[in-house]
């Protein structure tokens, strides 16, 4: 007697419990994510309080208004490095989650079909004699999937660079029109 009931069984099971376990490590993931992202935007809005009340200081005991403005321009290149800063400690969050997330998908699934091909090895080799056709489809399908998935990570990960890469440059360029910005004010 086959015992291919018992056999789908155990391997349903398997697969649940690696998407529950998949699952549970995403969701951990997003937690630590959020958990970054909150700590920055707090340290950010506690910098920036503090910045704020020391430039209105500044800005107060200015004695002319030659002086104001002078103050006034020199508070544009810090604040466009921290903004730069605050970018890159986001896009830095963003990237590592994502890689968090890419990391575990990717041990996940390669468990998965590890168990599948193991699971399609075991059943053929019970298999009535001409389902060698089907038995050989089934491969095909799973070795045609994994492909798949491997050529979307692989985007996935050029889109993740790209968008780091074109974030870095905005914040250069922004950075560089408020040095600009900042000289010319100083030098009027």
């Keep these: 007697m086959f015992a291919f009931p018992e056999q789908f069984s155990n391997a349903t099971k398997?697969?649940?419990?690696?998407?529950?376990?998949?699952?549970?490590?995403?969701?951990?993931k997003t937690f630590e994510g959020v958990e970054k992202l909150v700590d920055l935007n707090?340290?950010?809005?506690?910098?920036?309080?503090?910045?704020?009340?020391?430039?209105?200081?500044?800005?107060l005991g200015a004695k002319d208004p030659q002086e104001f403005f002078a103050l006034s321009a020199s508070q544009a290149q810090p604040s466009a490095e921290k903004a730069l800063s605050y970018g890159r400690q986001l896009a830095s969050i963003a990237t590592d989650t994502g890689a968090e997330f890419s990391k575990a998908a990717e041990s996940q699934i390669a468990e998965v079909n590890r168990k599948v091909i193991s699971l399609v090895d075991e059943v053929t080799k019970n298999a009535p004699a001409g389902s060698e056709t089907y038995v050989s489809a089934i491969k095909t399908a799973i070795t045609n999937a994994n492909a798949g998935y491997e050529q979307f990570s692989k985007t996935t990960k050029q889109a993740v660079e790209a968008m780091e890469s074109n974030l870095n440059s905005v914040m250069s360029q922004y950075t560089q029109a408020a040095n600009r910005a900042a000289n010319t004010a100083a030098a009027a």
């Design 14 to 28: 398997a697969n649940l419990e690696a998407q529950f376990a998949l699952l549970s490590t995403l969701t951990s």
């Design 42 to 59: 707090i340290a950010t809005a506690k910098a920036a309080i503090e910045d704020s009340s020391a430039t209105t200081r500044q800005l």
